[in-house]
């Protein structure tokens, strides 16, 4: 992989990772940032949900899942995260996994919302 690859990569991930903070309000950080050690493209606090992220021209979406799916653990929803040049962000689920993908969001919502100081 070349070093502009990489880097677009990089800001993909990063791109990604404020996307989601604004979209959901969660905690998220492109994954490789301090240790290069872990291997999920970004780390929230959303328990249960594992993000790929592509930010490319073409994307093969079912290729890209199946990666999303093979790298989240077994209990994890694969959402698949998408941009391509002058465009919007775009997650990608399985229908079968977005009844539950939703309830782990308002529950982690539920949780910040319970874990405030008075």
Not at 21 to 48: H, M, P, Y
Not at 101 to 118: F, G
């Amino acid at each position: 992989m070349g070093i502009n690859s990489r880097n677009k990569g990089k800001r993909g991930e990063l791109e990604a990772a404020k996307a989601v903070n604004e979209a959901l309000g969660i905690a998220a950080r492109r994954g490789q940032q301090f240790s290069g050690l872990e291997g999920e493209d970004i780390v929230t606090d959303l328990d249960g949900v594992h993000f790929e992220v592509k930010r490319t021209e073409r994307l093969s979406i079912y290729k890209a899942m199946d990666q999303a799916s093979m790298d989240a653990g077994v209990d994890d929803v694969p959402v698949v995260l998408h941009r391509k040049n002058h465009e919007q962000w775009l997650a990608i689920v399985p229908l079968s996994e977005l009844q539950t993908l939703a309830e782990r969001i308002v529950n982690q919502c539920n949780s910040d919302t319970t874990n405030e100081p008075p």
